[in-house]
């Protein structure tokens, strides 16, 4: 038995690893899981024991335009400055991120916080607690990263939690985990 946090919010980005790369020009969208890190960190911010699963699923997808501003400083003639570019950031539009919990303390904990995805603006707010047998919340629509390796797993990123060690997974997509909704 699962005790499963239902969290949501209006919009969210989790930056993908290889962003730096593939972003030549200037466009990056979110990634659609959840890397080991990343609930690693929300463990922590949750001062929970684990986070045993996830399910993610969003209303659309949104491309945003924000300028952003080098940490750099350099001289053009007599003046130093920061150069600016503008980046244009595919975001989730509505997410709705489930977590799975062993113990009914720790999802009563994490029902009274808000998370993050990967940037503060990215609030997720919880909204209940249910109890869902495994064979339930497997059928739950979602993406999930499953943190496992085997013939389909693949290199998501270092984690930054346990010396950069490499993480792999492989991607369980369940359902319709794009729901196509109208919001305002």
Not at 61 to 66: F, I, S, Y
Request: glycine residues 8%; contains cysteine.
């Amino acid at each position: 038995m699962y005790y499963v946090v239902k969290y949501s919010g209006a919009f969210g980005f989790i930056k993908p690893w290889t962003a730096v790369r593939d972003a030549g020009g200037g466009e990056t969208y979110t990634q659609q899981f959840l890397t080991p890190s990343i609930i690693e960190g929300l463990r922590q911010k949750l001062e929970v024991s684990s986070i045993l699963r996830h399910k993610l699923t969003y209303a659309g997808m949104d491309v945003q335009q924000e300028v952003v501003q080098a940490k750099a400083w350099t001289k053009k003639g007599k003046i130093y400055m920061k150069e600016r570019s503008i980046l244009k950031r595919g975001v989730m539009i509505r997410p709705t991120l489930y977590l799975a919990f062993h113990d009914k303390e720790d999802a009563e904990k994490a029902v009274k916080q808000h998370i993050c995805l990967c940037r503060n603006e990215d609030v997720l707010l919880p909204e209940s607690i249910q109890e869902l047998s495994i064979d339930a919340f497997n059928k739950l629509d979602g993406y999930e990263l499953r943190f496992e390796t085997n013939e389909n797993s693949f290199l998501v990123g270092y984690n930054r939690f346990q010396a950069y060690e490499e993480m792999y997974g492989y991607m369980e997509v369940t359902g319709d985990p794009i729901k196509k909704e109208k919001y305002e």
